[in-house]
Every structure is written in structure tokens, then in C-alpha cells.
């Protein structure tokens, strides 16, 4: 069993053990959470996908297993599963014991767009840096879209996410290098900032930002157009 795939088993159990909790019922969700994760996921492997190909990130074959597709080893496909299973639940989790756990709406809006025009200067003054570029790009646009759409989930998912970042940041810890003798991904320096935080690229911070809040907007919004069916047909 590869590294890359113990380390999906493991972010993923704990959340999948606790989807029955009787006070979260996360179980409840997953009509909504899986096409989300799904729609995320298609829209990541395909950045994935050229990433890989133009060499700006990679994998070491040390850590994975040998059954590929796309050009990308099966555990990475499972981390757009898992990340944002595991993600979205301590979301849930946070917002049923710790309702209160919450921005101020008018703080929520100024921060917003503060992160959105932070994103894209940092991504114009870097353009020839794709992962820079294409990161804080896509980070800018998935908060301005929620920002529009449901800006009430940004209240929520902004304090929530300080949390998440305690787990993500260990496994993202391990996979560029921490704790092991090299890194499962690998990064081309000369095609992001070059600021580390530990082993992490800085840019990693919102790469998950944007798979995690995409895949939250998007299962809320399924979870609400359900919800409006069903009291239209009562």
C-alpha cells in the first residue's frame, strides 16, 4: 500500500466514521456532497492534468502506487475526494456545536473583497508563474461566485477554515515532504512563489481554499434546491 494512499485512508476514516453522529447526521448530506465533490473534482483533474503534463508539479513514484490515469496516479484522484469529504464535514460539525462560530456579515463582505483584490494583484504580478497565477485566478473567482451567490456560507466557511487548516496542513505537510525523506509532490519553484510554510507552498493555502469552498457552495446549493422542491410539491 502506497503512502499516498494510507494517507487518503486516513483523512478520510475519521470523517466517514462520524457521518452517523445523531446531532450532524452528515450522512444526510451526501445526496447533495458526493455530484459536488464530483463537479469540484472534474474541474481540479483537469488543471491536474496540465499541471503534470507541463511539469510544474509531479509525483514521486516512491509514494504511489503503480495504477495511473490521465497521466495521474489513482491516490490523487482519491485526494479530490477525500480533502473535501473530510473538509466540507468539519464545516457541518463546526456549525451544528458551535453555531455562534460565525464572521460578522459586514466584516464577511470587507474581508471578502479585500482576498479577492489581494488574489488577483498577486496574480497579475505573476503571470509567469503558473501556479501562482492560476491558483490566486481561481481562488479570487470561487469567492467572488459565493460572494454573489451566498455570501452567508462565507461567514461560516472563513472561521472554519482556520480550523481545517490544522489537518490539511499536516497531510499537505507530508505529501511536500515533512516528516518523510522526500516529498510525494513535487513542486518546479520557478513556477510559484517560492515562499514555504514549512514544506507547503504558500499557494497551497488557497488551492485548498478553492477545492474546499467550491465543493461547500456547491452542496449547499444542491442541499437548497432540493429543499425548494420538496416544499413546492407538499
Same mark, same amino acid.
Do not use: C
Given at each position: 500500500?502506497?503512502?499516498? %494512499?494510507? =494517507?487518503?485512508? $486516513?483523512? $478520510?476514516? $475519521? +470523517?466517514?466514521?462520524?457521518?452517523?453522529?445523531?446531532?450532524?447526521?452528515? @450522512?444526510?448530506?451526501?445526496?447533495?456532497?458526493? &455530484?459536488?465533490?464530483?463537479?469540484?473534482?472534474?474541474?481540479?483533474? #483537469?488543471?491536474? #492534468?496540465?499541471?503534470?503534463?507541463?511539469?510544474?508539479?509531479?509525483?514521486?513514484?516512491?509514494? $504511489?502506487?503503480?495504477?495511473?490515469?490521465?497521466?495521474? &496516479?489513482?491516490?490523487?484522484?482519491?485526494?479530490?475526494?477525500?480533502? +473535501?469529504?473530510?473538509? #466540507?464535514?468539519?464545516?457541518?460539525?463546526?456549525?451544528?456545536?458551535?453555531?455562534? !462560530?460565525?464572521?460578522?456579515?459586514?466584516?464577511?463582505?470587507?474581508?471578502?473583497?479585500? !482576498?479577492?483584490?489581494?488574489?488577483?494583484?498577486?496574480?497579475?504580478?505573476? %503571470?509567469?508563474?503558473? @501556479?501562482?497565477?492560476?491558483?490566486?485566478?481561481?481562488?479570487?473567482?470561487?469567492?467572488? !461566485?459565493?460572494?454573489?451567490?451566498? +455570501?452567508?456560507?462565507?461567514?461560516?466557511? @472563513?472561521?472554519?477554515?482556520?480550523?481545517?487548516?490544522?489537518?490539511?496542513? %499536516?497531510?499537505?505537510?507530508?505529501?511536500?515532504?515533512?516528516?518523510?525523506?522526500?516529498?510525494?509532490?513535487?513542486?518546479?519553484?520557478?513556477?510559484?512563489?517560492? =515562499?514555504? %510554510?514549512?514544506?507547503? +507552498?504558500?499557494?497551497? #493555502?488557497?488551492?485548498?481554499?478553492?477545492?474546499?469552498?467550491?465543493? @461547500?457552495?456547491?452542496?449547499?446549493?444542491?442541499?437548497?434546491?432540493?429543499?425548494?422542491?420538496?416544499?413546492?410539491?407538499?
Amino acid at each position: 500500500m502506497s503512502l499516498y %494512499l494510507i =494517507i487518503n485512508i $486516513i483523512t $478520510i476514516a $475519521i +470523517p466517514l466514521l462520524l457521518s452517523f453522529d445523531k446531532r450532524v447526521h452528515y @450522512y444526510t448530506y451526501w445526496k447533495a456532497l458526493i &455530484p459536488s465533490i464530483l463537479i469540484t473534482m472534474a474541474f481540479f483533474i #483537469v488543471w491536474d #492534468v496540465i499541471f503534470t503534463e507541463h511539469g510544474i508539479w509531479g509525483f514521486n513514484e516512491r509514494y $504511489i502506487g503503480q495504477t495511473t490515469f490521465l497521466g495521474l &496516479p489513482l491516490e490523487e484522484f482519491l485526494f479530490f475526494i477525500t480533502v +473535501p469529504y473530510a473538509s #466540507v464535514f468539519i464545516i457541518y460539525v463546526l456549525e451544528h456545536y458551535f453555531p455562534k !462560530l460565525r464572521m460578522g456579515k459586514s466584516l464577511t463582505r470587507y474581508f471578502s473583497i479585500i !482576498l479577492i483584490g489581494f488574489l488577483l494583484l498577486i496574480a497579475i504580478m505573476n %503571470l509567469e508563474k503558473a @501556479y501562482t497565477a492560476v491558483n490566486f485566478f481561481a481562488a479570487a473567482i470561487v469567492i467572488g !461566485l459565493v460572494l454573489a451567490g451566498k +455570501p452567508s456560507l462565507l461567514r461560516r466557511f @472563513y472561521v472554519s477554515y482556520l480550523v481545517i487548516l490544522i489537518p490539511f496542513g %499536516l497531510v499537505n505537510g507530508v505529501l511536500t515532504g515533512s516528516f518523510i525523506d522526500e516529498q510525494v509532490v513535487w513542486y518546479n519553484n520557478q513556477e510559484n512563489l517560492g =515562499i514555504r %510554510l514549512a514544506t507547503i +507552498p504558500v499557494e497551497d #493555502v488557497f488551492y485548498g481554499m478553492t477545492l474546499i469552498l467550491l465543493s @461547500y457552495f456547491l452542496t449547499e446549493t444542491l442541499r437548497n434546491r432540493a429543499l425548494h422542491r420538496k416544499q413546492e410539491a407538499a
